[in-house]
């Protein structure tokens, strides 16, 4: 896999904003209502989510979960390691139960 795939994947894919788009790194601001499709495109590319845990991550899921602060019970981490890239996708919900920060990206 590489990142221009994801990013290809989630094209046609309506963001209320965007924050960073870079060549290995994604952030933006998705509505609720957006995220079925988002999440089943993800869910093609990763394969199941592996948060919320109700195990301990694998070690290099925790790494790049932890560089962005980590998981809580209510995000959504999707990750996939392919030869030395580590490729992933974070969904963290608002407090105002509408928006949803993604962070999609290759470390």
């Not at 965007?18 to 994604?26: A, H, L, N, P, T």
């Not at 790494?63 to 962005?68: L, R």
Request: net charge neutral; aromatic share 14%.
């Amino acid at each position: 896999m590489k990142f221009e795939e994801i990013m290809d994947r989630i094209k046609g894919i309506e963001f209320d904003a965007i924050r960073v788009k870079s060549q290995y790194y994604f952030e933006a601001i998705i509505l609720r209502d957006k995220l079925p499709v988002l999440a089943e495109r993800l869910e093609k590319l990763f394969g199941k989510q592996l948060c919320p845990p109700e195990k301990k991550l694998p070690p290099d899921a925790e790494k790049v979960a932890g560089a962005f602060g980590g998981v809580m019970g209510d995000q959504t981490l999707y990750f996939l390691k392919e030869n030395e890239y580590s490729y992933f996708a974070m969904l963290w919900p608002w407090s105002d139960d509408c928006h949803i920060t993604v962070k999609l990206g290759r470390k």
